[in-house]
């Protein structure tokens, strides 16, 4: 059975036909959606929550206290990253039957990871914001510093015109 790639259009696009006419015979456009929706069969929320690991179904592997040495437990996972892929390539190649516990063990190391630098992105973005701004107020301080500069050097040269012109 044949179908469409895409879906035809929603029945309201009729109420914009007059458009070119009158702009005014259009309706508003929607509200902005708020809270949970369904998009493509997924349902998604508007809210900007980093989903917990246990929620995702994946152990977490650091402390769960909020006070987390985000420094420490990257380095602490890295290692352990890295002891788990030495011990996949041992399991490879003594027991290549073996290799699948290894290779979930090494996503669950990576989803941890994932989850600690999704956590820190708010920070991230503040201190990007941070380093713009202060960006923008030193080019304003550069360009305020130019125009006065400019403004002396006009002044000497209309003073320089002034003398001249009355020397004569």
Known sequence: MATASYPP????????????E??????????????????????????DVLPSLEEQGVPQLYPKDSNVDYKKELRSLNRELQLHILELADVLVERPSQYAKRIGEISSIFKNLHHLLNSLR?????????????LQIQQRKQAVEDIKRRREEA??????????LDGQ
């Open 9 to 20: 259009p929603p029945p309201f696009y009729r109420l914009y036909k007059d458009f070119s």
């Open 122 to 134: 708010p920070h991230q973005a503040r201190a990007t914001l941070i380093h713009i701004m202060e």
């Open 155 to 164: 002044q000497r040269l209309l003073k320089d015109a002034f003398v001249t």
């Open 22 to 47: 009158n702009p005014n015979s259009a309706p508003q456009p929607p509200l902005p959606i708020e809270g949970a929706y369904v998009c493509f069969g997924g349902n998604y929320t508007t809210e």
